[in-house]
């Protein structure tokens, strides 16, 4: 079984730009988390959705967006991208909105350079 | 934001000798999670903790949720040249919903 998928893997934009980042979970779970790693830190919470709606949304600014799709894919949206933006963006899902329960399960990422 | 405050911050050991690292934080958990995370992939699930008190293992790794529920630690016994990577502790804070806190990350490098 395919785990949770990202794309693109790897990303250039210049200041100003707009990004849209995907995310396919891992079949049958209805919950996408998103977190923001910089480097040398642990991930930080952007976003949860569970069954299209927002669960929960980290301190980030308006700038970031996101959505769930019925087939429980998502995208996170990043306006106006800043050189703080650079990071590795990663997509978590779980069966659950309570993921504590079980655990995310993470996808590898997407590696955001702004320049 | 929360801190989860982890150490040692980072780790250089011999191949074969035991690890053991923690994590603590001022806030209280109902559940504590272990992961690891190798350069260009996302952290992966090694233990969960569910109960203060609990004590998990999962092969060479033995797991601990403190009775405090503001701290736990993770031991390695025995390491060997594929533990090396960030290991993260995490979990979400008692009534604050799902989001998930993560900790500073050990850094652990084994010599062969």
């Known amino acids: 079984d395919a785990g949770v998928t990202q794309s693109p893997t790897h990303l250039i934009k210049t200041r100003g730009q707009q990004v849209t980042l995907r995310c396919s979970p891992i079949s049958g779970h209805k919950s996408v988390s998103w977190y923001q790693q910089v480097l040398g830190q642990g991930p930080q919470f952007i976003f949860q959705y569970y069954e299209k709606e927002e669960r929960g949304r980290g301190n980030f600014p308006d700038r970031f967006s996101a959505r769930q799709f019925p087939n429980y894919s998502s995208e996170l949206n990043v306006n106006a991208l800043l050189l703080g933006d650079s990071a590795l963006y990663l997509c978590?899902?779980?069966?659950?909105?309570?993921?504590?329960?079980?655990?995310?399960?993470f996808g590898s990422g997407t590696r955001l350079t702004v320049v | 934001g929360q801190q989860l405050n982890q150490s040692p911050q980072s780790m250089f050991i011999q191949e074969g000798e035991d690890v053991s690292m923690n994590c603590t934080s001022s806030?209280?958990?109902?559940?504590w999670l272990w992961y690891k995370q190798d350069p260009g992939e996302g952290p992966v699930l090694l233990i969960a903790l569910y109960k203060a008190g609990e004590l998990t293992s999962n092969g060479r790794l033995t797991a601990q949720f403190g009775i405090t529920r503001k701290d736990s630690f993770l031991n390695i016994s025995a390491s060997i040249p594929s533990d090396v990577g960030i290991y993260f502790c995490?979990?979400?804070?008692?009534?604050?919903?799902?989001?998930?806190?993560f900790g500073t990350g050990t850094s652990l490098t084994v010599i062969p």
């Open positions: 995490a979990g979400p804070i008692l009534n604050t919903g799902n989001q998930f806190y």
């Open positions: 978590a899902s779980s069966l659950w909105a309570d993921g504590a329960n079980y655990g995310y399960t």
């Open positions: 806030s209280i958990f109902n559940t």
